[in-house]
């Protein structure tokens, strides 16, 4: 599922981020401007209850196409100001003040709906992602919507912003998934590119005998794999993180974080060797002074550039 839980300390007590459980992106914090609050709290409403849908519970493939398919036809609703089926209240009511009073792109908050689709077919049919183009297209619907709903929310749209959004948010939804390897791989989800694979010798079915959290240590070229990975998702995360410097006032400082949490993720990965099929690494509140003397320091790029 799109961005699952990659934890950063921008979170506050209110909804914090968008992954599975959508971690990745600041929600309603503190540092949001008061008057967003609420649009980007509906954001992550309609988002979070949306991955409930494709991921919780014991529903078959089959029932959760069709909830998304129900959720779909709500969100038409809300957009168009009709009135909708009623059976999330609390989160089409709120959405749709949000699009009527922000004119919220319905277009991206589909977009979301389709890459939960994608991922409940991908996980039910055995199937895998053939390239990083194709990951990345995958990326542009789960993750790339939530920071140009964002951004839209500012009023920023130009071309050098959104692109600069767009490689923020794919590198987040990248390092969530090789945060994830560990929990993804017994859950059938596979998110490595089958390209990436064969360049290290290894295919779909070398995959399927890790027994991770506890297993001996995997081959070295599964390792060597993730490092690349990694490495992608870094220079991914870098060539976005100028935006923080176009984002105004406390939002700048959120994206911050958010950005150096995602490549603190990385530096656990890599201080790991590489080893997230028997090792969930995570940030908490023991890496925020780092994180933020880190997200201080950031000039035209991030750290690590």
């Known amino acids: 599922m799109p961005d699952r839980s990659l934890t950063t300390p921008a979170a506050s007590s209110e909804p914090a981020v968008a992954g599975v459980h959508y971690e990745n992106f600041p929600v309603a914090s503190w540092l949001c401007p008061p008057q967003l609050r609420a649009p ?13 849908i494709a991921d919780e519970g014991d529903a078959t493939p089959e029932e959760r196409l069709a909830e998304i398919a129900a959720f779909r036809l709500d969100l038409a609703a809300a957009a168009s100001g009709k009135s909708d089926s009623g059976r999330w209240p609390a989160v089409f009511q709120p959405l749709a003040g949000a699009i009527a009073q922000f004119d919220l792109p319905e277009a991206l908050l589909a977009d979301l709906l389709d890459a939960f689709s994608q991922d409940i077919r991908k996980t039910r049919d055995g199937a895998a992602y053939a390239d990083r183009a194709e990951l990345l297209d995958y990326c542009a619907r789960s993750a790339n919507p939530v920071g140009r709903l964002l951004l839209h929310l500012y009023r920023i749209d130009d071309a050098q912003s959104l692109r600069q959004s767009d490689a923020i948010c794919s590198a987040l939804q990248l390092i969530n998934f090789w945060q994830d390897v560990s929990v993804d791989l017994p859950r059938g989800r596979f998110y490595l590119p089958l390209s990436d694979c064969a360049a290290h010798g290894l295919s779909r079915e070398d995959f399927r005998a890790f027994r991770p959290l506890g297993a001996s240590l995997p081959p070295a070229a599964a390792l060597a794999l993730i490092a690349a990975e990694v490495e992608w998702a870094r220079q991914l995360m870098q060539s976005g993180a100028a935006l923080v410097h176009r984002i105004p006032g406390r939002a700048g400082w959120e994206l911050r974080l958010v950005v150096q949490g995602g490549l603190a993720i990385l530096d656990k990965i890599q201080a ?31 750290r690590h550039a």
């Open 40 to 52: 980007i709290a509906a954001i992550y409403g309609f988002a979070r209850t949306a991955d409930d």
């Open 272 to 302: 790991r060797r590489f080893d997230t099929f028997s090792h969930r690494p995570k940030v908490g509140a023991r890496d925020v002074p780092r994180l933020a003397w880190h997200a201080l320091r950031m000039r035209g790029q991030s």
